[in-house]
């Protein structure tokens, strides 16, 4: 069965820099969420988007954006990199705010 | 406010014994509940959930949880566990409201031979 896909699945990026993160929801999924997982750390929600509108916001910094396109994947740009920002990003879908399934995660390292 | 707890952060049990992770939540109405588990630098794999109904439910891989109102619990349980078990156990809630989970800080389960 088809999964989230995220990539890059890993991202190195040097202070002050921008990265942007892509994830493919499952087909058919309306909901997407992002979460950041530091080391050590449980994920912690960032945001997510239903039918391509910002549906929650959780504990993004104002740094970071995100959207939902029209093919349902969603971007999260993320600009003046902190060594703080490096953690596992995650990204789930989900069909009408059921079931989260998660994607592999995108390891960002921030030297 | 919408909270997860996971008492134990790490658990080690000897192959073929019994398994029991921890999770209590406080939320103001009957949330949704999952268990979900992590595999060193993998992403999240929903091994069950709750929604309403049979208080216990049955997941993959030989996993079962039980859903406890009156305690606020729902504790994650395994008959017999095998090494392959060995990972990082997160419990969650729906928060109901944009749906964003809520997630314990997590079990790091340890299997020995």
């Known amino acids: 069965a088809a999964g989230v896909i995220q990539s890059p699945r890993h991202l190195i990026k040097e202070k002050r820099e921008t990265a942007t993160l892509k994830c493919y929801p499952i087909?058919?999924?309306?909901?997407v969420y992002w979460y950041q997982q530091g080391p050590g750390q449980d994920p912690q929600f960032l945001i997510s988007?239903?039918?391509?509108?910002?549906?929650d916001k959780g504990s993004i910094p104002d740094r970071f954006s995100a959207q939902q396109f029209s093919d349902y994947h969603s971007e999260l740009n993320m600009s003046s990199l902190e060594l703080g920002d490096s953690a596992l990003y995650f990204c789930?879908?989900?069909?009408?705010?059921?079931?989260?399934?998660f994607g592999p995660g995108t390891r960002l390292t921030v030297t | 406010a919408q909270s997860v707890t996971q008492p134990d952060i790490h658990i080690t049990v000897s192959e073929g014994a019994s398994l029991e992770l921890r999770c209590n939540y406080s939320?103001?109405?009957?949330?949704?509940l999952f268990w979900y588990v992590q595999s060193p630098g993998q992403g999240l794999q929903l091994l069950l959930k709750?929604?309403?109904?049979?208080?216990l439910v049955q997941g993959i891989k030989g996993f079962e949880a039980e859903f406890k109102r009156s305690q606020s619990s729902f504790n994650l349980r395994k008959p017999s566990v095998h090494w392959s078990d060995a990972a990082e156990y997160f419990c969650?809630?729906?928060?109901?409201?944009?749906?964003?989970?809520?997630f314990g800080t997590g079990t790091s389960l340890t299997v020995i031979p």
């Open positions: 988007f239903y039918e391509k509108m910002q549906s």
């Open positions: 939320y103001g109405a009957t949330p949704y």
């Open positions: 789930a879908s989900s069909f009408r705010g059921y079931e989260q399934y």
């Open positions: 969650a809630v729906d928060g109901r409201t944009g749906n964003q989970f809520y």
């Open positions: 087909p058919r999924h309306d909901t």
């Open positions: 709750y929604f309403s109904g049979d208080t």
